[in-house]
């Protein structure tokens, strides 16, 4: 038969025991927290999340930011977006807000309804008193000289940053006024024109970063889906990834 000093020493170790349980549940759910809000939802931006219905692993991003390419395992991975605050949300199928692209001004349960689930690469938050210009306080050159970038890949000429430079100022037009001017134009028609050479091009570049090598006659079912379906190079990318040639590599 034990002793008090026994059945205290016992008890005694038992309540260490939980304290350690309950400590290291503390830690766990914090960490659980920490990884799906990305350190705190925003007051005005948006989180994206990895499921649909805001659910999975997250990250938040503040109204006004600009993530040229996705990392920490995000990329083509977004299944849905919330927002918050007066926001919008452009999202894009390649990095450097390049290829098709989507805006929402409200939340996306599921980015499969809208074509776009998984197929996530870069993405811009802006809040929603304007695009840029009529009064949101940005600054016009920045405003015209990102969207040459993003829409026509080159810094605009003289002429055009004067034209959409006197848009924003005297007609108070907003940035997304700036783009669809620019998407209309035959520069960025002729850039956008997906042709078969084009394709091609994209095939070889994502042969070359996934398997390092040239494509062979096997990759001509890649260059229809980019020709006919606007796959883009992470789109094969990805498909190259699920080759039996990249796993035994």
Do not use: H
Not at 224 to 237: G, H
């Amino acid at each position: 038969m034990c002793g008090w000093s026994d059945l205290l020493g016992r008890r005694g170790y038992s309540w260490f025991v939980i304290a350690l349980l309950v400590v290291a549940f503390q830690l766990s759910t914090a960490g659980t927290v920490g990884a799906q809000f990305g350190g705190g939802q925003p007051r005005e931006g948006a989180c994206f999340y990895k499921d649909s219905d805001f659910r999975g692993p997250s990250f938040c991003v503040q109204a006004g930011e600009r993530r040229e390419s996705l990392s920490g395992g995000f990329d083509d991975e977004v299944s849905s977006i919330r927002m918050y605050g007066r926001v919008e949300v452009v999202v894009y199928r390649d990095t450097r807000f390049r290829d098709d692209s989507r805006r929402f001004s409200s939340d996306v349960r599921d980015l499969q309804n809208e074509g776009f689930n998984d197929r996530i690469s870069s993405i811009e938050v802006r809040g929603r008193g304007g695009w840029g210009g009529g009064g949101s306080g940005q600054n016009p050159e920045r405003i015209v000289r990102r969207a040459y970038q993003d829409l026509l890949q080159r810094e605009p000429d003289e002429a055009g940053m004067r034209l959409y430079r006197s848009r924003i100022i005297d007609d108070g037009w907003t940035e997304q006024q700036v783009r669809e001017a620019l998407r209309k134009s035959p520069e960025y028609r002729e850039l956008t024109t997906m042709t078969r050479p084009k394709a091609q091009e994209i095939v070889r570049r994502a042969y070359l970063s996934v398997l390092n090598r040239e494509p062979d006659a096997g990759s001509r079912g890649y260059v229809d889906r980019v020709f006919k379906d606007k796959w883009t190079q992470a789109d094969v990318e990805r498909e190259l990834r699920k080759s039996p040639e990249y796993r035994q590599r």
